[in-house]
């Protein structure tokens, strides 16, 4: 659905989102790739269990067998007879840096992927289509890596203990100000893992008689971290408004399930950019939201942080909104700033009751101090503070790429999901035979790509996921697109039926209407 | 030059067939069970089309023409 929305001057720019439908032969024929799959893969399965064919993957022992049966479900299924015979797209091993370029093992496999053996030869510089490197500070030399060096030999490596213990050093002071002032929220904690920042931390904000509302796509370390608090979870459809005011006006309304008492506190989960669609929050919406029913927002900024907004502050500034409104900003440093780890930003006394009661900074090492140095110097290098302007070049460097790789995309006839101005750039390919045929077509022509398929994504929607850099060069990108528009005659993967109109040179106002023609 | 590109489109045409149906994913000896299977089925349609279509197209034309009007033999039953 094509929709621009300027309901009531919430939105300050105009919000293109598009999911185009599934056409109706490419459904059908998917299900018919499916269907043959499943057959040969009960065949191959019986032939397994009366020995006709030799066992590869992991069964039960002989005395085993009489117990409940481990892997008989869909998943299982799957695993042995779908994903094996495409498994050589996945875990690809690389040997460098992973920059806008990088290097990978070759590696053949003589028994259908059951085991690879590596060849020896290394495939130098493959264009890297995949890495979640948006402003590009995946470096190996400059000036993060210089000081991340210096405070190495300084510091070690290790911090050996945890915050509460003897892990805490005047750097993680340092960084959480900075973190702090980055943000624009009163305080800031960070951690060494973004997917335990999420999954300890929520179990500390919320328990028993509080209530979730939680996207339908959230990540798995949100739905752990819900799951593990105890509070009663309730799902909206997926970036929809009037399906989560629903909800709040059910949960208001009738209370808690049996007892009817009010809920203790509301919570709603939401992610800046979703890695799968490509998707933007309606901030402005949920806040609004928000706002009117009493509840608390948590966002989680993973992909969205140092990659949208004009000065690279995340989704809130991209709306224009102010960090006030959101309670608890949550984010990684894993993405835009080439590090590890992870960060939640909020008001003082919300920090301080996380730095006592937080199951991560009781039990988890805390961050090491070279990469604590990295994320000081890439987040002074983006706002500016380095005294050079090369962080902004940046985040402008990456719009730009995005709304050039998106357009091509789209003039060239493929079906891409998402947000016009998000980094993460989904590619449909529904046939699970292309899937495998991609990744391997993309890496003949020396341009590694993520592919997704099955448990990630709806079983007929895979898609094939680009993640924009800033130290993409032009150039690479027109390389790239090239292979691709190649790949993408050979393959037949151009779905799309609507004709998008070449971009007109106008500004745009509230008077732009959709260019696209059906 | 038209043999040639006819040739390749017949080849492309036959890559888009094995990537529908997923043979492009099969081992050699899948893949062969696949084309017999498919093969045979496809023969087995075509012979029982022209053992039979002949007939039905025969009665059905007399139908028609007995339907518009009664200028044929009595002898012929009419087919409802």
Redesign the interface.
């Known amino acids: 659905i094509n929709h621009i929305v300027h309901n009531g001057g919430l939105y300050k720019r105009p919000f293109n989102e598009d999911f185009e439908e599934t056409p109706m032969l490419v459904a059908v024929l998917t299900y018919v790739g499916y269907g043959v799959l499943t057959l040969f893969g009960y065949l191959r399965d019986f032939m397994r269990q009366w020995k006709i064919e030799k066992c590869q993957n992991a069964t039960e022992r002989e005395e085993q067998k009489d117990f409940v049966p481990l892997y008989q479900d869909f998943e299982n299924f799957y695993n042995r007879n779908l994903y094996m015979r495409i498994r050589d797209s996945w875990n690809r091993p690389i040997c460098s840096v992973p920059g806008a370029k990088v290097d990978m093992m070759e590696r053949v496999s003589h028994d259908y992927n059951w085991t690879f053996t590596y060849t020896g030869r290394v495939i130098k510089d493959i264009i890297n289509m995949g890495s979640y490197n948006y402003l590009g500070f995946a470096q190996k030399a400059g000036t993060c890596q210089e000081a991340a060096a210096k405070v190495l030999s300084q510091y070690g490596a290790g911090a050996c203990s945890t915050r509460q213990e003897m892990g805490n050093l005047d750097k993680h002071e340092e960084l959480e100000k900075l973190v702090a002032r980055f943000l624009g929220v009163e305080s800031a904690m960070a951690y060494g893992m973004g997917f335990a920042t999420n999954s300890m931390n929520i179990p500390a904000l919320v328990g028993k008689g509080c209530l979730i509302l939680s996207d339908e796509l959230n990540h798995a370390s949100l739905v752990l971290g819900a799951r593990l608090s105890g509070a009663t979870i309730r799902i909206f459809k997926h970036n929809n408004m009037q399906s989560l005011e629903k909800l709040l006006k059910d949960a208001i309304v009738h209370g808690q399930p049996r007892t009817r008492r009010p809920w203790k506190k509301i919570l709603i989960l939401v992610e800046g950019i979703y890695s799968m669609e490509g998707s933007i929050v309606r901030l402005p919406e949920v806040i609004a939201l928000k706002k009117k029913y009493k509840s608390y927002l948590y966002l989680d900024e993973a992909h969205s942080i140092g990659a949208l907004g004009p000065t690279g502050r995340g989704v809130v500034e991209y709306f224009g909104l102010s960090p006030e409104d959101v309670d608890v900003m949550m984010g990684t440093f894993t993405k835009s700033f080439g590090a590890a780890g992870g960060y939640i930003g909020g008001k003082k006394e919300l920090i301080d009751y996380l730095r006592t009661y937080s199951h991560s900074a009781v039990y988890a090492t805390s961050m090491s101090p070279p990469v604590v140095e990295q994320i000081i110097t890439s987040m002074k290098c983006i706002m500016g503070e380095d005294g050079t302007t090369v962080g902004k070049a940046r985040v402008q460097q990456l719009a730009e790429n995005t709304r050039y790789f998106r357009r091509r995309l789209k003039e060239m006839g493929f079906i891409i999901y998402g947000n016009e101005d998000s980094p993460v750039v989904p590619l449909m390919l529904y046939m699970p035979a292309k899937i495998g045929a991609f990744g391997r077509e993309m890496l003949k022509r020396n341009i590694g790509v993520v592919v997704v398929g099955f448990p990630a994504t709806p079983i007929i929607e895979s898609r094939a996921r680009f993640c924009l850099s800033a130290a993409h060069t032009k150039e690479m990108l027109d390389t790239a697109l090239k292979e691709i528009n190649e790949v993408g005659d050979l393959l037949q993967l151009k779905y799309s039926r609507h004709r998008l109109v070449p971009l007109l040179d106008r500004p745009f106002d509230e008077t732009t209407y959709e260019e696209t023609e059906d | 030059m038209d043999i040639k590109s006819m040739k390749n489109y017949v080849y492309?045409l036959y890559?888009?067939f094995?990537?529908?149906?997923?043979?492009?994913?099969?081992?050699p000896w899948?893949k062969l069970l696949?084309y017999t299977f498919n093969i045979t089925m496809l023969v087995m349609v075509l012979y029982t089309a022209y053992i039979f279509v002949s007939v039905h197209i025969s009665t059905a034309f007399q139908f028609f023409l007995h339907l518009f009007g009664n200028q044929h033999e009595n002898t012929v039953s009419v087919v409802k």
């Open positions: 492309w890559c888009q094995e990537l529908i149906t997923c043979s492009y994913l099969m081992e899948e696949f």
